[in-house]
């Protein structure tokens, strides 16, 4: 059974730059897994920020990137701005099957 | 305006039966694939069930298969999950989601229902 990881909480300072990360335990994470990357503040559904890796909805600001680096996924956020302070999930495609990660709570301090 | 509105959730003893629905407008709902996910109060995101566009491709997650019945109805642009032999695990927020079964993209959010499983 697939596992997907994230680093359970990240702090950063405001206008500073921060990388979120989603391991599978299966092994490398790749772009034929479509990675999904969203955003979810407290009360609120959850809102899609990024698909296949790296490609952008019309309403993700440009601070928010996707990648992969060393085998995993990676949402990138530079010069974070204080209402970026929000869970993060990233999503991944595996056999027919969507599998989410555990999320990680990023603070803005 | 896309508009994604669940209804159907409420208290509902283990073993029990319910159906979400979900009301769509705002986009062409023939063209979408739509999704369930599901959280926990306080938990994170669990995929629960995909269809796409036609209601030909259909996936469940495991810890569903079997129990749950994902269907949509093009003339109401409505999704709907028939949940059965409901479990106390199965408490959570139910969100229906739009999907791009050719892009493999999650796009527009529902607020959620709240299914409690309860003696």
């Known amino acids: 059974q697939t596992v997907l990881t994230q680093e359970p909480s990240l702090t950063v300072s405001p206008g500073g730059t921060v990388t979120l990360t989603c391991t599978s335990n299966?092994?490398?994470?790749?772009?034929?897994?479509?990675p999904n990357w969203f955003q979810q503040k407290p009360g609120q559904p959850p809102r899609s920020l990024i698909h296949?890796?790296?490609v952008k909805h019309s309403w993700t600001p440009a601070r928010f990137s996707g990648s992969l680096l060393g085998g995993k996924a990676a949402l990138t956020l530079s010069g974070v701005q204080p209402e970026d302070e929000a869970d993060y999930y990233c999503?991944?495609?595996?056999?027919?099957?969507?599998?989410f990660g555990g999320g990680t709570k990023l603070t803005v301090l | 305006e896309v508009q994604l509105v669940e209804s159907g959730g409420t208290v509902v003893r283990p073993g029990g039966s319910l159906r979400l629905s979900c009301v769509t407008s705002g986009f062409n709902f023939d063209e979408y694939g739509m999704s369930w996910v599901r959280q926990a109060p306080g938990k994170g995101l669990e995929w629960v069930s995909s269809i796409n566009w036609n209601g030909h491709s259909i996936g469940y997650a495991d810890s569903v298969k079997g129990r749950f019945t994902i269907s949509r109805d093009k003339a109401k642009t409505s999704l709907y999950l028939q949940m059965n032999h409901l479990r106390d695990e199965d408490t959570a927020f139910y969100f229906c989601?739009?999907?791009?079964?050719?892009?493999?993209?999650?796009?527009?959010w529902g607020q959620g229902t709240l299914v409690t499983v309860s003696s």
């Open positions: 999503l991944v495609y595996y056999g027919g099957a969507w599998v």
């Open positions: 299966t092994g490398a994470v790749t772009d034929i897994d479509y």
């Open positions: 296949s890796t790296s």
């Open positions: 989601v739009t999907y791009d079964f050719w892009k493999y993209a999650f796009f527009y």
